[in-house]
């Protein structure tokens, strides 16, 4: 499936689909606040953070190294802590955040954690992208819906042909 935007306050924000799940474009979120880019790094960094990716990737990821993740969360906190994003995904084997290079690349979070950080930027925020996000979801059913009965409907026709045509010969 190609990427998809949708708009949050008059940001424009991509979301890519990995292994049928969505992922938010964390960069794009931070695109129009104070900070940019460095508020994700502020948020990694974060012991809060830490705990929260932890417990998402132990629900959600069997390769999540356990091990590398304790001294992450040891470590955490501390003034001297440095947590970015390819850092957390080669120490941990993590599979909730993406770090895409190139021209349409930047910090990407699955779903499920990108509310969490749009929650962290501001409650107003967050309250936007979870119903411009829902919006999108409807849409992309109605959308399925449709194929689907239109699929539906032609083989309904040419089951119709075909019979006709046998009960002619």
Do not use: C
């Amino acid at each position: 499936m190609k990427n998809r935007v949708i708009t949050v306050k008059t940001a424009p924000i991509t979301i890519v689909t990995r292994h049928e799940q969505d992922y938010i474009s964390l960069t794009d979120m931070v695109r129009n606040f104070d900070g940019g880019g460095a508020l994700i790094e502020q948020w990694l960094k974060n012991k809060d953070t830490v705990l929260f990716l932890g417990v998402w990737e132990q629900l959600n990821n069997p390769g999540f190294n356990s091990l590398e993740f304790e001294g992450i969360k040891n470590e955490a906190g501390r003034n001297s802590f440095y947590l970015s994003t390819k850092k957390w995904i080669d120490a941990t084997g993590a599979i909730g955040l993406l770090a895409k290079a190139g021209r349409y690349g930047g910090t990407f979070a699955h779903k499920d954690i990108a509310f969490e950080f749009g929650s962290w930027l501001s409650p107003e925020f967050k309250l936007y992208l979870i119903k411009e996000f829902q919006r999108l979801k409807d849409e992309e059913a109605k959308s399925t819906a449709l194929e689907w009965n239109f699929q539906r409907t032609l083989t309904k026709v040419n089951y119709k042909i075909h019979t006709d045509a046998i009960k002619a010969q």
